[in-house]
């Protein structure tokens, strides 16, 4: 069975992002590293035991990539959104059958990639652009032993719902239960695609964060 693994904030800069954290959710998230060959970097913020927020953003110390940075980074509307202010763009969910989910989905799962920082290790499929539904369609990853959530410092902010809007959300919906994440988000339909995480932080207070 499928599960939010993280949620992905988008941000010009990780100094962008730790801000925004800070300014909104009131903790300031954890150095994370840099994605050798992909272009970018992060920091996460520990959401519990099983689930976590990444802040990602292209790395300046590294060249160009090959291809395209992930969750639509390189592409000039989420850049011109990005300048603006740090916002969600995108979810990953984690399954424990990666390859038999990628067999029996084909080429809509995107191709299995390996990965790895320091002693962390997992692979991941992305489905490819256009059949992500605006990124509402998750990547799917498989940690190799312990998921990155378990080794971060618990911030106390938990994610409370992550919900989706789409002009076609019945095939959101198709997407996500093929893929076993028919109870992980809640789908609307809605003239505008769009995913809304809401947290709620350590005074109670809630806060949503979007991707427009």
Not at 108 to 126: K, N, P, V
Request: hydrophobic share 40%.
């Amino acid at each position: 069975m499928a599960e939010i693994d993280h949620i992905v904030l988008g941000a010009r800069s990780l100094a962008d992002g730790a801000e925004f954290l800070e300014r909104h959710l009131g903790v300031r998230p954890q150095p994370g590293g840099s994605h050798e060959g992909v272009g970018t970097h992060n920091m996460l913020l520990g959401l519990g035991p099983s689930c976590y927020l990444e802040v990602m953003a292209p790395d300046p110390n590294q060249p160009e990539p090959p291809h395209p940075r992930p969750f639509d980074l390189d592409d000039p509307a989420v850049h011109t959104m990005l300048e603006a202010e740090p916002c969600l763009i995108a979810w990953v969910a984690r399954t424990p059958a990666l390859d038999a989910v990628v067999a029996r989905l084909g080429p809509r799962a995107g191709e299995i990639r390996a990965m790895r920082r320091g002693d962390l290790s997992w692979r991941l499929a992305m489905p490819p652009q256009r059949q992500d539904m605006d990124n509402i369609v998750p990547a799917l990853i498989q940690w190799d032993g312990t998921n990155a959530a378990k080794r971060l410092k618990d911030s106390h902010v938990r994610l409370v719902a992550l919900e989706a809007e789409h002009p076609e959300a019945e095939a959101v919906r198709a997407a996500l239960r093929e893929r076993g994440l028919e109870e992980a988000v809640r789908v609307r339909k809605s003239p505008h695609a769009r995913l809304v995480a809401r947290l709620k932080r350590p005074d109670g207070v809630e806060v949503a964060l979007t991707s427009g």
